[in-house]
């Protein structure tokens, strides 16, 4: 299954690393998606990673603030967040394949 963590609360500009570690199958064998949701929205799809040496992808409105990693040692993904603004905040979950996490809460106060 898939575990987030680092999410918090955090003044607009800041920033936060979210984790999404992996237990029971290899993150590298798939590609990694962070999606976030706000209540009363769909999910969004924030930034997806290709398995093993393939590129990222970032919705619009995260490029330049965002960068998504692994770690493959670790079974992780990370969602480094910067400049964070108040229209970030949601619930974000980490997505491969059909497994999900329970989701991190990130709450940017302005």
């Known amino acids: 299954h898939l575990v987030e963590s680092g999410g918090g609360l955090v003044h607009t500009g800041g920033s936060l690393r979210l984790s999404c570690a992996a237990s029971?199958?290899?993150?590298?064998?798939?590609?990694i998606g962070w999606l976030r949701q706000v209540p009363g929205k769909e999910r969004e799809g924030v930034s997806c990673h290709a398995s093993s040496g393939g590129g990222a992808w970032y919705t619009d409105s995260v490029k330049g603030r965002f960068t998504i990693s692994r770690d493959n040692a670790k079974n992780t993904v990370y969602l480094q967040m910067s400049s964070l603004e108040p229209e970030d905040t949601a619930v974000y979950y980490c997505q491969a394949s059909t497994y999900w996490g329970q989701g991190t809460q990130v709450t940017v106060s302005s």
């Open positions: 029971g199958f290899r993150l590298d064998y798939y590609a």
